[in-house]
């Protein structure tokens, strides 16, 4: 069987997302997590302030744009309508995986426009762990840096996405030293980043140990890696991997769940994103602890279309963000973190049995 380039991936990945359900079937653990309505505020919705900072960067709101394209002429077209979203918003904007424009430099532009769109806002750019296992190093980490002038670098954890992917790159031996020569080697920031599958707080404590300085943990609820791969699998007829893909749809640990272990176990920088949708779930990951949230696939179909319909929706999204922190009277980012919150059901207890204790949360100092 002739595997696909990985141009033909790339193509293949956008048109999989906007077309076949590659959604988990189950949720982020966010739907155990509530927050309390305060029916008397005492602030006006005008006076809430959702500005925050993310390494060094003001933000308008702790959202981030998360990594999704690059290396094809379509990914140009949606990184520039993404870059021009975050910039006019004050958002952070990821790049997706910069290895194809590694192996084919004449391939860099279709990043580069993210940085001539977005002059001045956060940037973080991309570059998959597999690779650093094959043996890219610092040197290729700077490239990816320089490229697009990133203020940050994702190195991005799959070890899910590459079992099912047809020729996928399996090896992860090693991938732990090569973070931290990178972390070290690096003069901007380092994000440990996974694609849909969580961290756990194991895996955490010894990234903060290689001195990453950030985790996005991208856990369960939102983009299965393992449904996106069934679909190539099947495509190209191998059946095996289309079964694999079906196997593992669901895997990995929720989002709401990651977000906790990681916050509660390391002094790390964390970003929630796997299934946030809406300004509420972003409330709700920001009351766990989280430093800032990120959204890919629901971006993708206006990115697609225009940078103004990116831009509408985008500030739906940040719209009921404000509105949840009205109404749990938060009215700051920092107030947000200390609002008691209440964690149930399956969240509750998976976090009781890994010895994470949710009543803290409901305790929390009433005003
Ligand atoms: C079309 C598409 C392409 C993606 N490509 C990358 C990538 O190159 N690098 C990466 O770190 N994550 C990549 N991701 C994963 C997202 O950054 C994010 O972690 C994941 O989709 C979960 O967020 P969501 O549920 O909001 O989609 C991609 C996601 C989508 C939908």
Known sequence: MVLPSIEERKKRHIEVSLKEDVQTRVGTGLEDVHLIHRCLPELNLEDVRTETELFGHRLSAPFIISAMTGGTEEAARINENLAEAAELLGIGLGVGSQRIALEDPSR????????????????????????????????????????????????????????????????????????????????????????????????????????????????????????????????????????????????????????????????????????????????????????????????????????ESLVDYLRQILLEFRIAMFLVGAGTVRELREVPVVICGRTGEWLRLRGFRPEEFAARAKR
């Open 108 to 307: 860099e532009y279709t990043f580069r426009v993210v940085r001539e769109h977005a002059p001045t806002t956060l940037l973080i750019g991309n570059l998959g762990c597999p690779q650093l296992a094959l043996g890219y190093g610092v040197e290729e980490a700077r490239r990816c840096v320089e490229m697009i002038d990133a203020d940050a670098l994702a190195l991005h954890m799959n070890p899910l996405q590459e079992t099912i992917q047809m020729g996928g790159d399996t090896r992860y031996r090693g991938v732990l030293e090569r973070i931290r020569e990178i972390a070290e080697g690096l003069d901007v920031p380092v994000i440990a980043k996974e694609t849909g599958s969580g961290v756990a707080y194991e895996e955490a404590v010894l990234l903060e140990r290689a001195g990453v300085e950030a985790l996005d943990v991208s856990g369960v609820g939102g983009t299965s890696w393992s449904a996106t791969e069934h679909y190539l699998a099947r495509d190209h007829g191998d059946r095996l991997r289309e079964r694999l893909g079906r196997t593992f749809w669901d895997w990995g640990i929720p989002t709401a769940i990651s977000l906790v272990e990681v916050k509660r176990s390391t002094n790390l920088t964390v970003i929630a994103s796997g299934g946030i949708r809406t300004g509420i779930d972003m409330a709700k990951a920001i009351a766990l602890g989280a430093d800032a949230v990120g959204v890919a696939h629901p971006l993708l179909k206006y990115a697609v279309k225009s940078a």
